[in-house]
């Protein structure tokens, strides 16, 4: 409901004050008349601003608590997904170190069988210069009893000749 009130009686009277001709300034009067009542049909009154004010309130209301939400759901995915995260890292931290485990494991055991080759190799080794160093000393005694008798023999033939 507007509350603007037009008078057209009083309109009309101030034109024909002015010099209009009676029928034309009641023409004038009714048709301003008209065009003021079609034109405030659409005009908004102070309730019709406060509702609506009101109303856009509550819609920017309405949406912020809807943004917050959609906000907060972001939040918990993210948190979700971050402590998805955490928690493949934690299983291939554990995997990881079971395969060093393995590893550590495997060349011990490689190192162990290197080792033992090795000493056996070394016994091997000794046990065959051991051997080596007795057959040359057989052979250098054998030599120098050669060497003996053949002095010897010398010896004996200067003795004689002499």
Do not use: C, W
């Not at 024909?16 to 009641?26: I, R, S, V």
């Not at 190192?111 to 090795?118: D, N, R």
């Amino acid at each position: 409901m507007n509350a603007l009130h037009f008078d057209s009686l009083s309109y009309a009277n101030r034109l024909k004050a002015a010099g209009m001709e009676p029928q034309l300034a009641e023409v004038q009067a009714f048709a301003m008349a008209d065009v003021l009542h079609v034109n405030m049909q659409d005009l908004a009154t102070k309730q019709d601003v406060t509702q609506s004010d009101l109303a856009t309130k509550q819609g920017f209301q309405v949406m912020q608590e809807g943004v917050q939400q959609e906000f907060q759901n972001v939040r918990n995915e993210m948190a979700q997904e971050f402590q998805n995260v955490r928690n493949e890292m934690q299983q291939m931290e554990v995997g990881i170190r079971k395969d060093m485990q393995l590893m550590e494991t495997s060349l011990r055991q490689e190192m162990q069988l290197m080792e033992t080759s090795l000493r056996k190799d070394i016994q091997h080794l000794e046990i065959t210069t051991n051997h080596n160093l007795m057959l040359l000393e057989q052979r250098m005694v054998i030599k120098l009893g050669s060497l003996m008798v053949l002095a010897i023999g010398v010896m004996a033939t200067l003795v004689k000749m002499l």
